[in-house]
Protein backbone atom coordinates (compact mmCIF):
# COMPACT_ATOMS: atom_id res chain seq x y z
CA UNK A 1 0.00 0.00 0.00
CA UNK A 2 1.35 3.51 -1.05
CA UNK A 3 1.71 6.01 2.20
CA UNK A 4 2.71 9.52 2.39
CA UNK A 5 3.85 11.80 5.03
CA UNK A 6 4.32 15.22 4.50
CA UNK A 7 7.06 17.12 6.96
CA UNK A 8 8.32 20.88 7.04
CA UNK A 9 4.80 23.28 6.65
CA UNK A 10 5.48 26.26 9.01
CA UNK A 11 5.47 29.95 9.37
CA UNK A 12 8.06 32.47 7.47
CA UNK A 13 8.49 36.32 6.70
CA UNK A 14 8.04 37.17 3.31
CA UNK A 15 11.91 36.61 1.64
CA UNK A 16 12.54 33.41 3.55
CA UNK A 17 12.95 29.56 2.26
CA UNK A 18 11.34 26.59 3.67
CA UNK A 19 11.89 22.92 2.43
CA UNK A 20 8.92 20.39 2.67
CA UNK A 21 9.75 17.19 2.63
CA UNK A 22 7.09 13.72 1.36
CA UNK A 23 8.10 10.64 2.62
CA UNK A 24 7.02 7.54 0.27
CA UNK A 25 6.54 4.20 0.73
CA UNK A 26 4.92 1.20 -0.89
CA UNK A 27 5.99 2.00 -4.60
CA UNK A 28 6.66 -1.08 -6.41
CA UNK A 29 8.20 0.08 -9.50
CA UNK A 30 11.14 2.58 -9.57
CA UNK A 31 9.50 4.68 -12.23
CA UNK A 32 6.22 6.97 -10.81
CA UNK A 33 5.06 10.39 -10.56
CA UNK A 34 5.45 12.26 -7.77
CA UNK A 35 4.13 15.93 -7.35
CA UNK A 36 3.12 18.78 -4.91
CA UNK A 37 0.39 20.52 -5.01
CA UNK A 38 -1.30 23.23 -2.98
CA UNK A 39 -4.82 24.92 -1.97
CA UNK A 40 -5.41 27.97 -0.31
CA UNK A 41 -8.98 28.73 0.91
CA UNK A 42 -11.10 29.55 -1.85
CA UNK A 43 -9.14 28.43 -4.62
CA UNK A 44 -8.73 25.60 -6.52
CA UNK A 45 -5.66 22.72 -6.21
CA UNK A 46 -2.75 23.94 -7.55
CA UNK A 47 -0.20 21.94 -9.24
CA UNK A 48 3.42 23.46 -7.95
CA UNK A 49 5.70 20.70 -9.06
CA UNK A 50 6.00 17.42 -10.51
CA UNK A 51 8.57 14.98 -10.84
CA UNK A 52 8.62 11.88 -13.20
CA UNK A 53 11.42 9.21 -11.79
CA UNK A 54 11.81 7.18 -14.74
CA UNK A 55 13.62 10.48 -16.20
CA UNK A 56 14.27 12.45 -13.17
CA UNK A 57 12.45 15.28 -15.03
CA UNK A 58 10.83 17.88 -13.32
CA UNK A 59 8.07 20.18 -13.57
CA UNK A 60 6.80 23.93 -12.10
CA UNK A 61 3.93 26.32 -11.97
CA UNK A 62 4.99 29.15 -13.98
CA UNK A 63 4.18 30.99 -10.52
CA UNK A 64 7.30 29.11 -8.87
CA UNK A 65 9.63 29.06 -11.33
CA UNK A 66 13.33 30.37 -10.42
CA UNK A 67 11.93 29.97 -6.56
CA UNK A 68 11.26 26.33 -5.90
CA UNK A 69 13.10 23.33 -6.85
CA UNK A 70 12.09 19.63 -7.08
CA UNK A 71 14.31 16.60 -5.54
CA UNK A 72 13.86 12.75 -4.96
CA UNK A 73 16.26 10.97 -2.92
CA UNK A 74 16.02 7.51 -4.21
CA UNK A 75 18.52 6.16 -1.29
CA UNK A 76 14.85 7.14 1.35
CA UNK A 77 11.99 7.60 -0.83
CA UNK A 78 12.01 11.23 -0.02
CA UNK A 79 10.63 13.47 -2.18
CA UNK A 80 12.12 17.64 -1.46
CA UNK A 81 10.38 20.84 -2.04
CA UNK A 82 13.00 23.75 -1.62
CA UNK A 83 11.12 27.05 -1.63
CA UNK A 84 13.18 30.28 -1.53
CA UNK A 85 11.95 34.34 -1.98
CA UNK A 86 8.83 32.58 -0.72
CA UNK A 87 5.50 35.86 -0.88
CA UNK A 88 2.16 35.92 0.72
CA UNK A 89 0.65 33.73 -2.69
CA UNK A 90 2.87 31.21 -1.62
CA UNK A 91 0.60 30.77 1.83
CA UNK A 92 -1.29 27.66 0.88
CA UNK A 93 -1.56 23.79 2.79
CA UNK A 94 0.86 22.27 0.29
CA UNK A 95 0.26 18.46 -0.86
CA UNK A 96 2.80 15.67 -1.81
CA UNK A 97 0.94 13.36 -4.39
CA UNK A 98 2.08 9.95 -6.34
CA UNK A 99 0.64 8.43 -9.46
CA UNK A 100 2.70 4.34 -8.84
CA UNK A 101 1.30 3.21 -12.23
CA UNK A 102 1.52 6.37 -15.04
CA UNK A 103 0.23 6.02 -18.25
CA UNK A 104 3.06 4.21 -20.38
CA UNK A 105 5.35 6.40 -22.72
CA UNK A 106 5.52 9.50 -20.65
CA UNK A 107 8.25 11.67 -20.30
CA UNK A 108 7.08 14.38 -17.36
CA UNK A 109 4.82 14.45 -14.86
CA UNK A 110 1.33 16.36 -16.01
CA UNK A 111 0.95 18.39 -12.68
CA UNK A 112 -2.95 17.61 -13.37
CA UNK A 113 -4.68 16.43 -9.48
CA UNK A 114 -6.83 14.05 -11.20
CA UNK A 115 -3.74 11.96 -12.51
CA UNK A 116 -2.39 11.46 -9.02
CA UNK A 117 -4.45 8.47 -7.19
CA UNK A 118 -2.50 9.11 -4.00
CA UNK A 119 -2.20 11.39 -1.43
CA UNK A 120 -0.66 12.81 1.96
CA UNK A 121 -2.27 14.71 4.32
CA UNK A 122 -1.00 18.49 3.80
CA UNK A 123 1.45 20.77 5.53
CA UNK A 124 0.36 23.92 6.22
CA UNK A 125 3.08 27.12 4.77
CA UNK A 126 1.85 30.48 5.92
CA UNK A 127 4.17 33.34 4.58
CA UNK A 128 3.73 36.87 6.62
CA UNK A 129 4.59 39.98 4.77
Known amino acids: QVRLRESGGASVQAGGSLRLSCAASGHSSNKYCMGWFRQSPGKEREGVAT????????TYADSVKGRFAVSLDKTNNTLYLQMNSLNSDDTATYYCATEPSPVAGITICVPDSKLFRYWGQGTQVTVSP
Open 51 to 58: FWTGGDAA
